[in-house]
C-alpha cells in the first residue's frame, strides 16, 4: 500500500510527513506533537476536503490523501506554560484585592457616572512585537482598541477575559487577520497592511476583534458563532449610538437613523443570517425617504457580506478539536 505523502505548515515551519492510509489520526497528532511541541488536545488541522471523524478513523478516512498540504494551529507547551504562569501571578493579585476589600471598612463613592467594569473581564496584558517597525504605533493601537469604551461595555456584559492582546507577525498564519488562543488566553490581530507599509484602519481591526472574542464561546463559524458575533457588533454599534445622544446629524430632510443605527440593523441580517433584502441599491431623486432608508441599508448588509466572509476565510482558532 503505497504511503500518503502530506506538508504539515505550523508557525512559518513545513515539516514532510510520510504516513501509510490504514495509519490512525491520533498517530498523526502524536507525530505532529513530536514535531511541533503542540500538544494533541490543542492542535487544530486545517486543510481542503477535511473530514470530522473520530480520532481512531484513519488519516484517509479524515480526508487527507498524498500532497495534501495541512496548516496546524495550536499553542506550543512552551506558550501555554507561559500563560498559565500568568494567570497564576493574576489570580494572585485578584486574591490580594479580595482580602483587601474584605478588610476594608469604608465605602468609597465613586463620582463616575458610569459603573466601572469588572476588573477581571478586560485584556489583561497588552504586548506590541519589538522587533516590528512603529512597536510603540502598534502599542497605541492595542491600548485604544483595549480601552475601547464600546469593547468595554461588551466585555463586561458578556464576561470575556483576555490573557494577552497583542498583534499576529508577519511570518505567523500571514493568510490570517485574526487568532484566538484557547478561547481567549490570548488573541491576536493583524494591525498592519498586507504589504507591511502601514496599519490597517481602527474599525476594520476592532471588527476583527469582535470576530475574535466570539471565539471566546464558540470555535467554529456555525449558526450559534454567528449569532453570538452578531449581538456583539450589535450592541457596540448600539453603545456608541447611545453615547451620540443628542447629537445633530446634519441628513437629508426625512432620513432620520444615523450610521451606527444601520450598521446594527445590517449587522442583525448579516451576521444573524435571518433576513435578505432584494430590489436594486441605487438611489434616486424621486425615492421616498424609507425608500432611500432601505437602499442605504441593503448597501450596508452587502458590504458587511463581505467583509464577514472575509473574516471567516482568515479568522484562525486553536481551541481543541470537539
Known sequence: MEPINISISHRGSTHPLSLLPEATLDYLHKRLEELTSVAPENQKLLYKGKKNVPGDATVAEAGLKDGT??????????????????????????????????????????????????????????EALPHLPNPSSARDLLNKLANDPAIRHVMNKHQFAVGVLTELAPHEQPHLLGLNV???????????????????????????????????????????????????????????RAQAAGTHFLNDPGFEAPQSALEAEAQAYVLGGS????????????????????????????????????????????????
Not at 283 to 308: C, F, G, I, W, Y
Open 69 to 126: 498540504k495541512v496548516q496546524l494551529i495550536g499553542p506550543t507547551a512552551e506558550e501555554l506554560g507561559g500563560l498559565k504562569a500568568m494567570e497564576s501571578e493574576h489570580q494572585k493579585k485578584e486574591r490580594i484585592l479580595r482580602e483587601r476589600a474584605q478588610r476594608a471598612h469604608v465605602k468609597v463613592r465613586s463620582t463616575s457616572s458610569t459603573p466601572s467594569a469588572d476588573s477581571r473581564y478586560t485584556f489583561h496584558r497588552i
Open 182 to 240: 484557547n478561547a481567549g488566553q490570548a488573541i491576536k490581530l493583524r494591525l498592519r497592511t498586507d504589504r507591511y507599509d502601514g496599519f490597517r484602519t481602527y474599525k476594520e481591526v476592532r471588527r476583527v476583534l469582535c470576530h475574535e472574542l466570539t471565539h471566546n464561546v464558540w470555535g467554529d463559524h456555525d449558526n450559534n458563532f454567528k449569532e453570538l458575533n452578531s449581538t456583539l457588533n450589535k450592541e457596540v454599534a448600539e453603545f456608541e
Open 275 to 322: 433576513q435578505v433584502l432584494g430590489g436594486a441599491s441605487t438611489s434616486s431623486a424621486t425615492d421616498s425617504p424609507e425608500e432611500r432608508r432601505r437602499k442605504v441599508l441593503e448597501a450596508t448588509m452587502n458590504r458587511l457580506r463581505k467583509e464577514e466572509q472575509e473574516l471567516e476565510d482568515r479568522c484562525g482558532t486553536s481551541a481543541p478539536e470537539q
